[in-house]
């Protein structure tokens, strides 16, 4: 087993989530994987069914019952994962927007630099996005601003979701008390990081759209995030995170 357990959430994926758990099983570094399913109706999950034959002890599989948000598909992973021996759990999509080989200088900046969480961030460097249309790298730009302005967090990309965590990041942060679902969870997760004062670094990954399946985004998930962040600081400024 190793010490190392990267989350993916699925709906859909099953044009993607093989190449995606092959590519990270032929990483230099060894990871176990967990698929998080929200009963796919294109049966995502029996696909990774499948591949647990050929990967045993190193690809697992957890199937909710429905579909209620990136946020509780993420928690429903951390709690799996800090119920076993994982020291370091990493967020990651399943649609290649995300590079895995990059997965690797995740871990090495939490073991090597000493830092208690690390984010594959877009907007450290410039803004290192592919395959988006201006409109809406401009919007999840401001979006970032916006953040950063209301909290007060020093973290350039905060609605990213390539992320590891050191395992003590996720047991001091109340699992119970997150309330959001969509981007506004990542934020959410960041801020009370950042709160709890834990040693957070971003490095810099090119982030590509994907090339196939259907997005997850809605105007809903947008709205949470935009309310959601004036939450999270009037909460703050009342000293109950």
Not at 24 to 40: A, P, R, T
Not at 106 to 117: A, E, W
Not at 170 to 181: A, Y
Request: include cysteine.
């Amino acid at each position: 087993m190793s010490h190392k357990l990267v989350i993916i959430p699925t709906y859909n994926e099953i044009e993607n989530i093989e190449k995606v758990l092959r590519n990270i099983f032929s990483q230099s570094v060894d990871f176990d994987i967990l698929v998080v399913d929200d009963s796919s109706p294109d049966k995502t999950w029996a696909l990774v069914q499948e591949l647990q034959e050929e990967f045993k002890n190193r690809l697992h599989l957890e199937i909710r019952k429905s579909k209620s948000g990136l946020g509780k598909a993420y928690l429903h992973g951390f709690r799996w994962a800090l119920e076993r021996s994982y020291d370091y759990i990493f967020e990651m999509d399943a649609d290649f927007s995300h590079n895995p080989n990059d997965l690797i200088r995740l871990y090495n900046t939490c073991v090597k630099d000493d830092f208690d969480m690390s984010i594959g961030s877009r907007y450290i460097k410039g803004v290192n996005v592919v395959n988006w249309p201006m409109k809406r790298v401009l919007l999840s730009w401001l979006a970032s601003k916006y953040v950063k302005i209301i909290t007060g967090l020093p973290i350039e990309d905060t609605t990213a979701g390539f992320i590891c965590y050191h395992r003590k990041v996720l047991e001091d942060i109340d699992l119970n008390k997150i309330k959001f679902v969509g981007y506004a969870f990542q934020i959410e997760m960041k801020f009370k990081a950042y709160k709890k004062g834990f040693k957070i670094k971003e490095i810099p990954v090119i982030f590509t759209d994907r090339t196939k399946g259907k997005s997850k985004m809605n105007t809903g998930i947008i709205k949470e995030a935009v309310f959601g962040v004036m939450s999270l600081k009037l909460k703050s400024l009342l000293g109950k995170i």
